[in-house]
C-alpha cells in the first residue's frame, strides 16, 4: 500500500508542476487571434469637475498621442500568438546568398 499512496503523491506532484496550461490547450483551443474586448476600447471625455471643488493634479498624467500610421496587416487564426517568441533567423527577401 505504501508503493501506492507514494504512486499516487508522484502523479499529483508531476500534475501539479506541469501547470494548468498545459491541461488548458487540451480542451480550449487558442484564442489569441480572435477579436479581444480590449480592441473595441475608445476613447472618454476627461473628467469633469463640480463646481466648487478643485481639480486633480494633472501634470503628471500620461498623455497617449494618436498613432497616425497604418493599421497593422489583420492576423489569420493560423498566424502564432503574439505571445510566441518569432524565429531567431527570418529569410530576408532581397538578400544575395552569403551576407
Not at 463640480?50 to 498566424?79: C, F, I, K, M, W
Amino acid at each position: 500500500m505504501t508503493s501506492r499512496a507514494a504512486l499516487a503523491l508522484f502523479a499529483a506532484v508531476l500534475l501539479g508542476l506541469g501547470g494548468c496550461k498545459t491541461i488548458h490547450r487540451i480542451y480550449h483551443e487558442e484564442t489569441c487571434n480572435k477579436p479581444q474586448p480590449y480592441q473595441s476600447a475608445g476613447t472618454i471625455p476627461p473628467l469633469a469637475i463640480p463646481p466648487g471643488l478643485d481639480a486633480p493634479d494633472t501634470s503628471h498624467a500620461l498623455e497617449v498621442p494618436q498613432y497616425n500610421g497604418p493599421a497593422p496587416p489583420p492576423r489569420r487564426p493560423t498566424d502564432p500568438c503574439l505571445s510566441a517568441p518569432p524565429s531567431f533567423n527570418v529569410p530576408q527577401p532581397n538578400a544575395a546568398l552569403g551576407e
